[in-house]
C-alpha cells in the first residue's frame, strides 16, 4: 500500500473577492489574527501525515516562497533583540516541510491547477487541500480521510452537510452511506441549481486522490466557469473505480468569502488565552 506522502497546494488564484488587499498581497497570506491562511492547511497536512507540500503558484505569489523560507537577516535581528519565543514560532515554519513551487502560467481552474502539479506528485497517491477552506478540527481532517483512504484504497473527498439554496455553490456528491461518516459515492455535480442537487452533502477544499486521475484531466474539457473543473475528472474516474466521502469531524470555514473570514477571524481568535477575555467582553458590549 502506497502511503500519502504528497500535498498539493492550489494558490494561483487572483483572490478577486478580496480586492484590493489582494492586489498586492496573495490571498493566502491574509491572517486569521496572525497566521496565513495557507499556513492554516500546511499545519493540518503535516500533522496528518504528509511529507512532501506542492504549492502551485502563479503570478504575482513571492511572499507563498518567502514565507515557508528562512529569513536570515530576520532571525537575526530576533536573537539580537533576545526576541527568543518569535524566533522559535518562525523557525517552526521553514522547518515545517519539505515545499516544492510549480507555475500555473494560466487560471484555468482547479482541475487544470491539479494537473500542473503532475510531474512532482508522480505515480502515487497524493492529498489536495485548497487554504481557503480552514478547518479547526482536534484530529485534522487530512488525518481522517487518509484513515478512510487507507481503509479503502480508494479516492477520498471531504464533504459536509450545507442545507439550502447555498448547496448550488458547491460540487455535491450521491452516495450510499457506510457509517455515520463514511460514504460511497455514486454520482458528482459541479454547482447543480438547489432543486436538482444529489443530496445535501457538499465536496469541501479537502481530497486524497490517485495517480490515475491525471490523465482522465488532461482530457477533461472546460466545464462550469469555463474552467478545467475537477469534479468533473472525478466523475469521470468514479465511472471505473470507486470513490469514497469522509464527513469529517470537525468546522469548516470558509476564509475564501469575505464573511466566513470574518468569522473565522473571531473564532480563532476567541481560542487564543492571551486576549480570548477581553475579545468577549468587547463583542459582549458592542453596541452599533
Not at 502563479?58 to 536573537?79: N, P, W, Y
Not at 469531524?249 to 470574518?262: E, I, N, Q, T, Y
Request: charged residues 25%; proline residues 5%.
Amino acid at each position: 500500500m502506497q502511503k500519502v506522502r504528497k500535498a498539493v497546494f492550489p494558490a494561483a488564484g487572483l483572490g478577486t473577492r478580496f480586492l484590493p488587499a489582494t492586489k498586492v498581497i496573495p490571498k493566502e497570506m491574509l491572517t486569521l489574527v496572525d497566521k496565513p491562511l495557507i499556513q492554516y492547511g500546511v499545519e493540518e497536512a503535516v500533522n496528518s501525515g504528509i511529507e512532501n507540500v506542492i504549492i502551485v503558484t502563479g503570478r504575482g505569489k513571492q511572499a507563498l516562497e518567502d514565507h515557508f523560507d528562512i529569513s536570515f537577516e530576520l532571525a537575526q535581528t530576533l536573537a539580537e533583540r533576545g526576541k527568543d519565543s518569535i524566533l522559535k514560532e518562525l523557525n517552526k515554519i521553514h522547518n515545517l516541510a519539505q515545499v516544492s513551487y510549480i507555475r500555473q502560467k494560466q487560471a484555468l481552474g482547479l482541475g487544470h491547477a491539479v494537473l500542473v502539479a503532475h510531474d512532482l506528485v508522480g505515480d502515487e497517491p497524493f492529498a489536495v487541500v485548497l487554504p481557503d477552506d480552514v478547518v479547526d478540527a482536534q484530529e485534522p481532517c487530512l488525518k481522517q480521510m487518509i484513515e478512510v483512504y487507507e481503509k479503502y484504497q480508494a479516492p477520498v473527498i471531504a464533504v459536509t452537510e450545507i442545507n439550502g439554496p447555498e448547496i448550488s455553490r458547491f460540487g455535491v456528491i450521491a452516495h450510499e452511506k457506510i457509517d455515520e461518516y463514511t460514504y460511497r459515492i455514486t454520482d458528482m455535480v459541479e454547482k447543480p441549481p438547489y432543486a436538482e442537487a444529489p443530496s445535501n452533502m457538499a465536496i469541501i477544499g479537502r481530497y486524497i486522490l490517485t495517480p490515475d486521475l491525471f490523465p482522465i484531466l488532461a482530457e477533461t474539457g472546460k466545464g462550469t466557469g469555463g474552467e478545467i473543473q475537477l469534479t468533473d475528472g472525478m466523475k469521470k474516474l468514479l465511472a471505473s473505480r470507486p470513490f469514497y466521502a469522509c464527513k469529517f469531524k470537525g468546522k469548516r470555514h470558509d476564509a475564501g468569502d469575505k464573511l466566513g473570514f470574518l468569522i473565522a477571524t473571531i473564532e480563532f481568535a476567541l481560542k487564543r488565552k492571551e486576549f480570548a477575555e477581553d475579545l468577549k467582553n468587547y463583542l459582549k458590549n458592542l453596541s452599533i
